[in-house]
Structures are given as C-alpha cells and as structure tokens.
C-alpha cells in the first residue's frame, strides 16, 4: 500500500497532465507565446501566497541571484517556450515525453560539473528511456495527437521533435544552475518565488518587444474565457508543485521522481479518455519502455 510520500508522487503526475492538456489547447487558440506568458501571472501570485504562509526569510548573494535568473530564462522561458511549440507540433503526449529526457540531460551534466559519477546503470537508462521516446516518434497512427492536428512528417517532425528535445536541454539546465544556488544556502521556496518572478520580468518584456503581448491581448478579446481556463489549470500546476515537495519529504526521491515520471502515460490515457484516441500499440510500448529507462535513472 502507498504511503503518504507516494500518493503525493502520484497526485503530481496526475496534476502536472491536467494542466499539461488544459495549456496545449489553449495554445492551440492563442499560440505557445501567449500561453507562456499568461502563466506566469497565475504561478507568481500562487508561489507568493505559498511563500507568505510557509516561507521564511532568507539572504542571498548576487552570485545566487546571478544563478537564478539564469534557472528562470532557461527553464521558465527557453525550456517552456520550446515545450508549447514542440506541442503545437506533435502534440503534448511526445512532447512531454521528450521532455522527461531532461532526466539523461541532468545525469550527464551533473557528471561534468557537479562531479557526480555515470554508473553502468545511469548508461543503460539514458539508452532505454532515449529508445523508447524513440519508439513513440516513429508512430503513425495519430493517437497522441490533439484534434485537427496533422500526422507530423518531415520537417514539422523534426522541428517538432528538436523543440522537445531543447525542452529538455533548458529543464536539465534550469535544475543545474539551481542546484548551485541551492548549495549556497538559498531556500527552495525563496529560490521558486524568485525564478518565477524572474521569468515573470524576462516573459513580459521581451513580449513587449516581440510582439507577444499584442498577441496575447487579441487573443483574449476572441477568447475572454481563457482567464478562467488558465486558471484552473495553474491552479492544478501549482498543487502538483506543492505536491511534488510533499512526495520528495515523505518518500524516497528516487521513488517519488519514479512515480512522477508517470506523467507522459497519464498525459496519454486523460488523452484517450478526452478525445476518445486509442493509443496505438506502438505507443504503449514506447512508453513502457521509456518509464522504465527512467526507472534506472532515478533507481
């Protein structure tokens, strides 16, 4: 029977998928740039309501803040940006299972700068969970995709599939330049709300320069209910945040990142469930095999 650190685990997962559908049909109306900039808001005021209730202050140095700034443009803005556009192209099942390579892309970074050792066994898990996104890629059925979207081939593929895999690169990034922050002393809940309020600036102002907020506003007048769509779904991002510490504070990390690793499956089946799509076998497979690649990273 699970305990309280592997429920949370599982809660996560299961938070993170929602939020993950809500946003790729968002982005479908409005566009990835759009999304990722709306988010911010809802995940800023969230994080600074969890900090005021459970955070304690904390100092840090302009290194720290240095290195925070640098988690938030490579997670918070180059990671997700990559992530909605990979979606918009081969739909959130693949791109979020991409996206859990940043587990391979972690264990080999972590081998060159924080000194941490490539065993036999973090090897074969890179291989696995890499051949079993690799599985899913080559699917031709059309099951993990959103509807109208098209089958993708050639070039949408391969852009499509790069995005996922930069997504990835930018997550294990984020996680890296943060672990060094957070062996500096500065809290987790300090270091969230900071990244968050970061990549709240960064968004918002290279939107203004780019054109995005324009954007963004035209598609709130088409679509005023998006506001409360985001919502919802931040509202399910942010527990599954806040259910994420719970998992990794009362379970082992290696089995609470296990169980959140389920994310790209429970993605598949709320899929199949919403848009009535029967994942080919081809797709089951793959990501059998890509969970268990993990499985050895995180073991």
Not at 70 to 89: H, K, S, V
Not at 160 to 178: D, K, P, R, V, Y
Not at 196 to 212: C, D, E, H, R, Y
Request: glycine share 10%.
């Amino acid at each position: 029977m699970f305990a309280i650190g592997e429920w949370a685990a599982f809660g996560t997962a299961l938070s993170w998928g929602i939020s993950v559908h809500v946003h790729g049909a968002v982005a479908q109306k409005v566009g990835p740039e759009a999304v990722t900039l709306l988010r911010t808001p809802y995940q800023l005021v969230f994080m600074a309501i969890a900090y005021g209730l459970f955070g304690n202050p904390t100092s840090f140095t302009l290194t720290d803040a240095m290195l925070i700034f640098a988690a938030a443009f490579t997670g918070q803005f180059l990671g997700d940006l990559c992530q909605y556009r990979a979606m918009m192209y081969i739909g959130p099942t693949i791109a979020i299972l991409l996206k859990s390579l940043s587990a391979c892309f972690t264990a080999i970074l972590g081998a060159l700068l924080l000194d941490q050792s490539l065993t036999p066994r973090i090897l074969a898990g890179i291989i696995i969970a890499t051949l079993g996104a690799g599985m899913v890629l080559v699917e031709r059925t059309g099951s993990t995709l959103l509807p109208g979207q098209e089958r993708p081939r050639g070039r949408r593929l391969v852009v499509g599939t790069a995005l996922g895999l930069g997504s990835a690169l930018f997550l294990a990034c984020s996680l890296i330049l943060l672990k060094f922050a957070l062996r500096n002393g500065v809290t987790p809940l300090w270091a969230s709300l900071t990244r968050i309020m970061f990549a709240t600036v960064i968004l918002w102002s290279l939107g203004l320069v780019k054109g995005w907020v324009r954007i963004t506003l035209d598609g709130l007048r088409a679509y005023p209910t998006i506001l409360w769509t985001l919502l919802f779904s931040n509202l399910f991002s942010t527990t599954g945040n806040w259910l994420s510490s719970v998992a990794v504070h009362h379970a082992p990390v290696g089995i609470a990142a296990t169980i959140m690793g389920l994310q790209p499956v429970l993605i598949m089946l709320m899929g199949a469930v919403w848009y009535r799509k029967v994942p080919s076998l081809l797709v089951w497979l793959g990501l059998i095999v890509a969970f268990v690649g993990v499985v050895l990273l995180f073991m």
